[in-house]
C-alpha cells in the first residue's frame, strides 16, 4: 500500500502504521539501553544493546528513508555526527571533493580533523560541473560532498548533471539536503548515493531535538561501514529523540511549504530594496542558479535566505539587534523565524560577507516578518547608489595581479588550498612568480598551513607551467641560524623570531622548556593553551619546522598543563 500513497500522507501518518498490541496510533517510545537474551543465549529479538539499534530509531528511520526513496537509513546524535561518519567510512589518503559553500561546521571538521587524520580535502565550485570534472583524480577520488543550496549563500548545484561527472569516474556522491528536505528536493532520485541530513532543523522542525541521519541509495560495504561506525564511535541518537523526530516527520510538508511560500514573498519584497545590496535566494529569476533550482527543487526553494546589508558589518549588526519578531539565534528550519550574521559566530576564518544576514524563515504571518525587517532596515542611511554583488568575498590576494600564470596559481589556490588553510586558522597568497617558481607567504598558526610538499603538488597538478613552489611565512625568509651550537639556544632563536609571531595573532605564545637529548620541550601559553588546533600547531606545524631545521632533534614534546588554561579555544576570535 505505501507504493501508491504520496509522501505527504505516508509523513502525515508516520507510515500509517498501527500498534498490534493495542492498536495505538502514536508509536511507543522504546527506553531500554539493552535486551535479554534467550537460555540458549541467543538474542530472541535480533537486539543486544541500544548503541546498535532501537526499536524507536527503526520507525523514524523507515520513514525518512521512505521520504527520500533511499534502502535505508541511519539515525545519528547530530549532523555532524552523521556528516563525518561518512568522511571516516573513508580511508587515509582517499581523495575527496567538497562543495566550496557549505556548512561552516563541516567545513571546519575537515580542516581540522579530516585534513590531519589523512584524508585528501579539495574543495571545488560544485556549481560549475566543469570544474568537478577537472578535479576528480581518476582512481583516487571516492567521494564528492555537495550541498544544494548551500550555506549561507544559497548557490545551487545541478545534481543530476555532477552525480553523472562523479558516476563516471566510479566516485560516490554525498549529498547534504538539510536545507531542501525531501519535501523539495530528492537526491537519490537524481542519482546521489548518499543523503545527509542535520534532523535537528527542517525534519524535527521544532527547534527541540538534536540528531542526524544518513539515508543510503541501495545496502552496499560502504552503507555498512557507514552503519559499523555509528555502531561502534557511539554516535547515536536517544531513544526520545529519535520518537520527537518522527513526531515532527508527520508535519514535515505543511511546515517546508509555508516556510518556503513566506521566503519566496519576503525575498521579492526586499529585493531592491535600498538598504539591501543583496538578496540572495534561489526562488528569485536574478539569482545565478534559478533555473537549475526550479528544474530540481518541487514546490518551492526553502525556507532559507540572506540578505546582504548596504553600510557594512556595522549596519547589518544593527539590524540584527532591532528586530523584535525575529530571533537572534543560530540554527535553522524551527518554527520560528531566526536572524542572525553569520560572521560573527564563524570568525575570521569565514569567508562569509561581514555584510550579510542569515534568515531562516518559520510559520509567522508573513506580513509581522517583513514589518519586523522594515523596522529594523529604517534606522540605516539610505545610500544614494546600492552596488550589487553575489560573491563573498575572497581571501586571498597576489603582488603579480597582471601575470596569467600568478592568476592560475592564485586560482588554484582558492579552489584546493586556501579554505582549508582558513578554517584551520592561516592564510597564504601569492608574493611572488619568477621563473616559473612561485613564493607563497603564509600567515596564521604554524600549523595552520599545510606542508609546502602538498601545496606544491596540488599546485603543480593544477597548473604544470609551474617549476616549483616556496613557501615563506610572515615577513620573508627567516634569517639564518647556526647549525651548530647550543640546540636549546638555537630552537629558542626560531621560536621567538619564526613562530610566535605568528601564534601571537592567537593571543598566544610557544615557550621552550628544555631540550633533552633530542627531545625538545614545549609550553603553550595564552589562546593556543586552550585550542583544538593546539595538537596539530604541535605536531604539524613547530614540530616539522624544527625537525627540517635540525636533525638532532628527534622529538617535539608538548608538555603543556591544558586544564589549568585560563584562556579558552572557544571565543569569538578563535571559532
Not at 525531501?182 to 540528531?211: C, F, M, Q, W
Request: some cysteine; charged content about 20%.
Amino acid at each position: 500500500m505505501r507504493n501508491t500513497l504520496s509522501p505527504e500522507t505516508l509523513a502525515a501518518q508516520a507510515l500509517g502504521d498501527v500498534d498490534p498490541v493495542y492498536g495505538a496510533l502514536v508509536p511507543p517510545i522504546h527506553l531500554s539501553t539493552t535486551y535479554e537474551r534467550g537460555p540458549d543465549g541467543a538474542y530472541r529479538s535480533g537486539r543486544a544493546y541500544t548503541r546498535a539499534d532501537n526499536p524507536t530509531y527503526d520507525h523514524a528511520e523507515q520513514l525518512l528513508a521512505t521520504l527520500e526513496a533511499g534502502a535505508g537509513c541511519a539515525l545519528f546524535a547530530s549532523g555532524n555526527a552523521a556528516a563525518t561518519a561518512v568522511f571516516q567510512s573513508l580511508l587515509p589518503g582517499d581523495h575527496v571533493l567538497v562543495a566550496r559553500v557549505l556548512y561552516w561546521g563541516i567545513r571546519k571538521w575537515l580542516a581540522e580533523f579530516a585534513v590531519s587524520w589523512g584524508l585528501d580535502v579539495e574543495f571545488v565550485d560544485t556549481a560549475d560541473p566543469a570544474a568537478v570534472a577537472a578535479a576528480i583524480r581518476p582512481g583516487r577520488t571516492r567521494l564528492l560532498w555537495l550541498e544544494t543550496p548551500a550555506n549561507p549563500t544559497w548557490e545551487i548545484t545541478d545534481l543530476a548533471a555532477v552525480v553523472k561527472i562523479a558516476h563516471a569516474a566510479d566516485v560516490r556522491v554525498a549529498v547534504d539536503n538539510t536545507v531542501a528536505t525531501p519535501v523539495l528536493t530528492r537526491p537519490i532520485e537524481l542519482g546521489a548515493d548518499l543523503v545527509v541530513h542535520s534532523a535537528t532543523k527542517y525534519l524535527n522542525g521544532h527547534s527541540d531535538v538534536l540528531a542526524g541521519a544518513v539515508v543510503t541509495a541501495r545496502r552496499d560495504p560502504f552503507w555498512e561501514r557507514i552503519r559499523s561506525w555509528r555502531r561502534n564511535a557511539g554516535g547515536v541518537v536517544g531513544a526520545f529523540e529519535a520518537w520527537l523526530l518522527q513526531r515532527g516527520m508527520r508535519t514535515l510538508f505543511l511546515r517546508v511549504r509555508r516556510s518556503s511560500e513566506t521566503a519566496l514573498t519576503l525575498a521579492h519584497h526586499f529585493d531592491g530594496h535600498p538598504t539591501v545590496t543583496t538578496v540572495l535566494y534561489p526562488g528569485l529569476p536574478s539569482h545565478p542558479g534559478h533555473a537549475i533550482a526550479a528544474r530540481q527543487m518541487t514546490g518551492g526553494f526553502g525556507g532559507m535566505l540572506s540578505i546582504r546589508i548596504a553600510g557594512g558589518e556595522e549596519q547589518a549588526m544593527a539590524v540584527a539587534a532591532a528586530v523584535r519578531i525575529f530571533k537572534r539565534a543560530t540554527s535553522l528550519g524551527g518554527v520560528e523565524s531566526l536572524i542572525e550574521a553569520r560572521r560573527s559566530v564563524e570568525g575570521p576564518s569565514s569567508s562569509v560577507p561581514a555584510d550579510l544576514l542569515r534568515l531562516s524563515i518559520g510559520l509567522e504571518a508573513p506580513e509581522d516578518l517583513i514589518a519586523d525587517l522594515e523596522g529594523a532596515l529604517s534606522a540605516i542611511p539610505r545610500p544614494a547608489t546600492v552596488a550589487s554583488s553575489r560573491t563573498v568575498e575572497g581571501v586571498t590576494g597576489t603582488g603579480t595581479a597582471d601575470s596569467d600564470l600568478a592568476a592560475a596559481v592564485k586560482a588554484a589556490l582558492d579552489r584546493s588550498v586556501t579554505p582549508t588553510i582558513i578554517a584551520r586558522g592561516g592564510a597564504v597568497r601569492v608574493a611572488d612568480v619568477a621563473d616559473g617558481i612561485v613564493t607563497l607567504r603564509a600567515t596564521g598558526s604554524p600549523g595552520a598551513t599545510l606542508a609546502a610538499e602538498a601545496i606544491e603538488a596540488l599546485v603543480r597538478a593544477a597548473v604544470p607551467k609551474v617549476a616549483g613552489v616556496r613557501v615563506v611565512w610572515q615577513d620573508g625568509e627567516p634569517a639564518p641560524v647556526s647549525a651548530t651550537g647550543d640546540l636549546a639556544e638555537r630552537v629558542r632563536r626560531v621560536l621567538e623570531d619564526e613562530v610566535n609571531p605568528a601564534v601571537a595573532a592567537h593571543r598566544g605564545h610557544v615557550a621552550l622548556v628544555g631540550v633533552l637529548d633530542g627531545r625538545v620541550q614545549l609550553r603553550l601559553e595564552g589562546g593556543c593553551q586552550g585550542c583544538s588546533l593546539a595538537e596539530v600547531t604541535v605536531r604539524q606545524g613547530i614540530e616539522r619546522l624544527l625537525r627540517a631545521r635540525f636533525g638532532e632533534i628527534v622529538a617535539v614534546v608538548d608538555v603543556t598543563d591544558h586544564e589549568a588554561g585560563s584562556n579558552p579555544f572557544y571565543t569569538p576570535e578563535k571559532r
